[in-house]
Structure formats: C-alpha cells, structure tokens
C-alpha cells in the first residue's frame, strides 16, 4: 500500500455516491412521462452520472504514473 | 455493486476488485445512461408527452373535433397516424438527426413554459412541410389519382416540391383551429 491509496479510495468513494445518485434520480424520472422528468434525466441523472465516471476515470489516471514509477524502481 | 464499492474501496487492490470497479463506475454508468436516454427519446414521442404541457391542452382536444374536413382530427380518429405518437408523426423532420434538433427546440419550449413566457397563438418554426404528409400518402393511389391532386400534372409536381402546400387555403387547411374549438362538437372515443 502507498500513501496514494487512502486518497484514491476516497476518490472512487464519491464517484460511487454520484454514481448511485445518477442512478436514483434516472430510475425516478421514469415514473412519468413529462418534460420535468426528461429535463431530471437529462440535466440531473445525466450531469451525476457523467461526472462519476469521469472523476473514476481521473482517479485511474493519477495513479497510474505512481504505479509507474514504482515498477521502474 | 456500486454500493459494495462505496463502502469497501479497498477489494480495488486486488486485479478483480479493479475488475469490479471498472465495470460499475464505468460500463454500468455508460449503459443504464444509454438505454435511459433511448427510453426518454422514445417516450418524448408520445402524445401524453407532449399533452402534459398546458398550453398544448386545446391541440390536444383538437384531435377529438367531430369534423372530418379537419386534417389532423381526421387522421387521429381515423387511426391513419398512432394515436400514442400522434404529434410527433406529423411534427417532426424525418431527415438525418431530425429528432435531436426537435429535442434542442424541446429545451427552449420547456424554458418558455417553466421560466419564460409562452407567446401565443403558438406558431410554427418554419412552414409546415408536405414532406411530412408525403412520407404516408406519397405513392398512395388515392392520393397519385385524387380528382384536384391529379387535374393538373403542375400540381402535383408543386405538391412534391413543396411549393404547394398541403395546408394552404382552398386545400386541407382546416388544421389546428383552436381559437373556436369552445364551438366545435367533439367526439368522444368509445372506452
């Protein structure tokens, strides 16, 4: 384990609740069929789930190089 | 799975943990956000969609005057367009990307309903194209030998171009007549 570590996983701990959350709200704006939940979706769902990913995606990228250079060590 | 992440980060350091991880905070997301999106497309076609709104309320009850002369009355009690999809049938531009352009111009409707103001009589962006009447009735023989579509070669020609449309006077103009629908019978669809 590196001091990286703690630090990735609160990363991938957040892009997790966003992840959950997109789900939620995504899940919910199926229950009708209006624009408001076409707007949740797209704008709420969408921004939560989006913004998930890439912070997941973020995390991958920064620890990367570390690892990198530690298996040049 | 996304919560077993969230609450242990650490299986992360094993190969499958990374597995598991890439998998739920990213092929999941992507997916359910893929098909979410297809169902909304799908759902903003419907009649109810479109309905919800206030200001298209009388549209919708234009669709149940007892006329047949009225073109888009006559088509929904007719059946000749789906009733569940019946403004989008004749409302939207059947070309490459159609559908995501009416959706941008969704955007701004939602603002004006929500945030701004709705200017009415509701128009039209543009002309009403023939195209989209085309798309059912071009190559229907009733419509290829009408006695006024067929009496002139140049009509119908002008027809197919778009230079003569449909819904101009003297043809099928009696559309959406909302300002008088308070006098027009309306039928009622048996249950």
């Known amino acids: 384990m590196n001091a990286r570590e703690p630090h990735l996983h609160r990363r991938l701990r957040v892009s997790g609740v966003l992840i959950i959350l997109g789900l ?3 899940l919910l704006s199926l229950i009708r069929i209006h624009p408001l ?7 709420v769902g969408g921004v939560l789930l989006a913004a998930g990913v890439i912070l997941y995606l973020v995390s991958l990228v920064h620890i990367a190089p570390t690892a990198s250079r530690q298996d040049l060590r | ?46 009649t109810e969609f479109c309905l919800s ?32 999809q019946a403004c989008y049938t004749c409302h939207t531009d059947y070309v490459l990307y159609g559908t995501g352009l009416s959706k941008m ?18 128009r039209l962006y543009t002309p009403y194209n023939n195209r989209e009447c085309l798309h059912c009735h071009d190559g229907a023989r ?12 140049s009509i119908m020609a002008s027809i197919k171009s778009n230079e003569l449309s449909c819904v101009s006077s003297g043809c099928h103009a009696n559309v959406h007549d909302v300002a008088h629908l308070g006098e027009l019978k309306l039928w009622e669809a048996p249950k």
């Not at chain 2, 149940?64 to 007719?78: C, G």
């Not at chain 2, 111009?105 to 509701?122: D, E």
């Not at chain 2, 009733?142 to 070669?153: C, L, N, Q, T, Y």
């Open chain 1, 37 to 43: 939940a076409f707007m949740g979706f797209l704008l």
């Open chain 2, 1 to 46: 799975m996304v919560a077993f992440v969230v609450a242990r980060p650490g299986i992360t350091l094993t190969r499958g943990g990374k597995q598991l991880a890439f998998v739920v905070l990213f092929v999941l997301p992507v997916v359910v956000a893929s098909m979410g999106a297809a169902e909304q497309m799908r759902r903003t076609e419907q």
């Open chain 1, 24 to 26: 939620a709200v995504e």
């Open chain 2, 53 to 84: 709104c206030h200001v298209m309320e009388s549209y919708g009850r234009s669709l149940r005057v007892d006329d047949a002369t009225y073109l888009p009355a006559a088509h929904f009690q007719n059946g000749r367009i789906p009733r569940e």
């Open chain 2, 105 to 122: 111009r969704g955007l701004r409707h939602v603002y004006a309903q929500y945030l701004g103001r709705v200017q009415t009589p509701i």
């Open chain 2, 142 to 153: 009733s419509f290829e030998e009408g006695a006024v579509h067929s009496a002139d070669p």
